[in-house]
């Protein structure tokens, strides 16, 4: 199966501090890969790298024939625009909006016409059939995790990152939410990076990979 995603001799690091380096690996279309490792080892910046919000310092990072070191600030954007799917431990929903807004957002940045029945197939795809209507203030965490998730899926990206997602949610709530997330990435084919410092989220991937200063590696969870 051809991937989705491919990182060769990734580095990062600020002057002569090495945050992480010599980081490879890759992920193929409807993958599900977990990235955990200790606090500070650089999991989130890693994952800004794959977004192309970060620079690195050495290697390449391809998502397709894409090779995102060739692309500038603005090729990038426009990049991530199209191509990624972001999901946020603090959800970033937008309150002035309603939910099904808030979900067809990407698709009115695209300058793709949001049509109410793809919103609606979205909202009932992570069991929020009939909330379109209302503000993100009038849902529960869990809810509001659902309505991120619906959006960075509506415009059906090749690439979906999450960072510690479950963070803000109650462990039932969570396990519910990481199940919607691995489902639903399957289902539209993207390739899912997952950071997480939680066993139970990771548990749900197809690989855990470990970060450490020096690379990445298989790791088993439990």
């Given amino acids: 199966m051809s991937s989705a995603l491919r990182v060769a001799g990734l580095a990062k690091r600020y002057g002569d501090s090495v945050v992480f380096e010599q980081v490879a690996f890759s992920v193929a279309p ?8 200790d606090s500070g080892v650089g999991k989130s910046t890693l994952l800004n790298c794959l977004a192309g919000l970060d620079d690195w310092s050495a290697g390449s ?17 426009l990049w991530r625009r199209a191509h990624v799917g972001f ?3 603090a959800f970033h929903v937008l309150p002035h909006l309603d939910v099904a807004q808030n979900v067809a957002l990407p698709l009115m940045l695209l300058g793709q016409k949001a ?23 009038q849902l529960s965490g869990g809810q509001l995790q659902r309505v991120a998730i619906a959006r960075a899926l509506v415009h059906r990206p090749g690439l ?7 963070g803000n949610l109650d462990p039932g709530t969570a396990t519910r939410v990481m199940e919607l997330l691995a489902q639903q ?21 197809d690989r855990v990979l470990r970060l450490t200063a020096t690379g990445i590696r298989p790791a088993t969870v439990g």
């Fill in 160 to 166: 979906l990152l999450a960072d510690e997602p479950t």
């Fill in 87 to 89: 999901v946020f431990q």
């Fill in 30 to 37: 409807g993958e599900f890969v977990a990235i955990a490792g």
């Fill in 185 to 205: 990435t399957r289902a539209h084919g993207a390739a899912l990076v997952l950071v997480t410092h939680s066993d139970a989220a990771a548990a749900r991937a």
């Fill in 61 to 77: 990072i391809h998502h397709g024939d894409t090779d995102l070191g060739t692309l500038d600030a603005t090729g990038r954007a």
């Fill in 115 to 137: 049509t109410e029945a793809r919103v609606a197939d979205m909202l009932d795809a992570v069991g929020l059939a009939g909330l379109g209507a209302r503000l993100p203030q």
